[in-house]
């Protein structure tokens, strides 16, 4: 238990400010964002300098209490959701939202962990770049956690995922430590990468504090265009297509089933298919470029797409006429969450494939999901470009229970697919992370020699035990 005597050590630290005890504030932070994990908090820890965080962590070490590290509680898998017990308390990482220094000329950013990415996006506006990483929670998802995640979205196929934008990191480490990483050095062989270790480590190696981020030249013009075709199969051949044509100005690529597509059609008000042949499958394709050189963007777009629907790969196309319309294209990709609720309880899976894999998995995965379970219905849509899937299977129709189904049929059917993607190949986390939900099943699926190395990764930067309990790091028992 952790009382009163011990929050005024922290509050020694931090000043009023920098400590949250009342239970009603902290109530919106001990659950995650889906509302499947409910934990318990004596506090909220909110430094303003990462020399407070050190503090923070060297008392909590001292002490023996495990510290969660949080930034907008964005977490689609519950990886920042404290435990239960009310063991451990919250380090929040949202005061510490100071944009150090913004360089055009070296195209850098340097950037702390609670800068909210919206607002890193209209710094970089302002300056004649861009951070180009977006999704749906850029309004609060903060930049510490999307490294911590390894986030990916909509442009991981020009831009890669944030691990490849992160040039360098600061990080508070288990012992209190602060390891100082923000240069960045494009040459640097002093042995172990204490960066890419951080990046993607769910908070469990360390709190990361401030990074260098990697940005690029504005947008001058975009092409923004909607694409009918037959298959997954014959996106994927469009997508080589344009890549050829186009080069790497082909920013997004995403699939979408037809049944997605009628489901924001049915639920969101104010969207229409962009084009006039409903065809079993959808591609929307981001064209952009950073100058204003000819042909433009729309035009080369125009050219490719031609070529594609003479050699029969498309059966229908459109490009947007302008900004209002390319918006509403992606209003479309991006309301399929949104959506899909409202069919009913579904299970949901961010998972990858080899992208010369991804089309027959996004076909035969569904077939065999609604053959082995009957009633339910299956389907996908993702960023084809980087074989990243996000696959649902939706409750039979008349479901009344949702909860009441997931968790008599979740465990199995989480086998199966997981099992399907483990058998092409592929990671049964693209780009949410593992947290606490999906711990168990890399315990059962992950190789020795993975499980192996994560602990002992572990063990020695958290000898303790303290750093974001019981997530990513498959217990004994899992595997």
């Not at 009342?22 to 994990?37: E, F, K, M, Q, T």
């Not at 017990?85 to 360089?103: E, Q, T």
């Not at 209190?176 to 042995?191: E, P, Q, V, W």
């Amino acid at each position: 238990m952790i009382g009163q005597d011990i929050i005024a050590r922290f509050l020694g630290i931090m000043g009023p400010k920098g400590v949250i005890t009342d239970s009603g504030d902290i109530a919106p932070w001990v659950r995650d964002w889906r509302g499947r994990y409910h934990g318990a908090a004596a506090a909220i820890l909110q430094p303003e300098t990462t020399e407070q965080v050190a503090a923070a962590v060297r008392l909590a070490a001292e002490l023996d209490i495990p510290l969660v590290p949080q930034g907008g509680n964005t977490s689609m898998v519950g990886g920042a959701t404290p435990p239960a017990d009310g063991s451990a308390l919250i380090l929040s990482l949202r005061r510490m939202n100071r944009i150090r220094s913004l360089s055009p000329e070296d195209n850098l950013a340097l950037c702390e962990a609670g800068v909210i990415l919206s607002n890193l996006h209209d710094a970089a506006a302002d300056a004649g770049r861009r951070f180009p990483l977006s999704l749906g929670a850029k309004g609060s998802a903060t930049i510490g956690g999307l490294i911590s995640t390894n986030a990916g979205g909509t442009q991981v196929l020009r831009h890669g995922t944030m691990r490849a934008l992160v040039e360098g990191i600061e990080a508070v480490l288990p012992d209190g430590s602060i390891f100082h990483g923000l240069d960045a050095l494009k040459k640097d062989n002093r042995g172990y990468d204490i960066k890419q270790l951080l990046i993607g480590a769910e908070g469990t190696l360390g709190i990361i504090t401030a990074a260098s981020l990697r940005l690029v030249p504005a947008i001058a013009a975009r092409a923004v265009g909607w694409v009918g075709v037959a298959s997954p199969a014959d996106a994927l051949t469009l997508l080589r297509l344009t890549e050829a044509r186009l080069g790497d100005s082909v920013e997004g690529f995403e699939i979408i089933a037809d049944d997605g597509l009628g489901h924001v059609l049915s639920h969101i008000p104010g969207t229409r298919c962009p084009i006039e042949t409903r065809t079993p499958w959808h591609v929307l394709i981001e064209v952009d470029h950073a100058d204003l050189r000819e042909p433009g963007p729309a035009e080369r777009l125009e050219s490719a797409l031609a070529q594609a629907l003479e050699q029969g790969i498309a059966a229908d196309a459109a490009i947007a006429a302008n900004e209002a319309q390319a918006e509403a294209f992606w209003r479309i990709r991006e309301s399929l969450s949104e959506s899909e609720k409202a069919q009913g309880p579904a299970l949901q899976y961010d998972i990858s494939v080899p992208v010369a894999r991804m089309p027959a998995f996004m076909v035969e995965a569904a077939a065999a999901a609604e053959r082995t379970f009957p009633g339910t219905t299956a389907s996908s849509f993702g960023h084809l470009g980087d074989g990243n899937v996000h696959f649902h299977v939706r409750a039979p129709k008349g479901t009344a229970d949702g909860p009441a189904w997931i968790a008599a049929e979740g465990q199995t059917i989480n086998a199966f697919v997981h099992d399907a993607v483990v058998a092409a190949g592929g990671s049964i986390s693209a780009e949410h992370g593992i947290g606490q939900m999906k711990r168990a099943e890399l315990g059962r699926l992950a190789s020795p020699a993975r499980l192996h190395a994560m602990r002992a990764i572990k063990a020695a930067f958290d000898p303790q035990g303290l750093m974001n309990p019981d997530k990513l790091i498959p217990r004994p028992e899992e595997g």
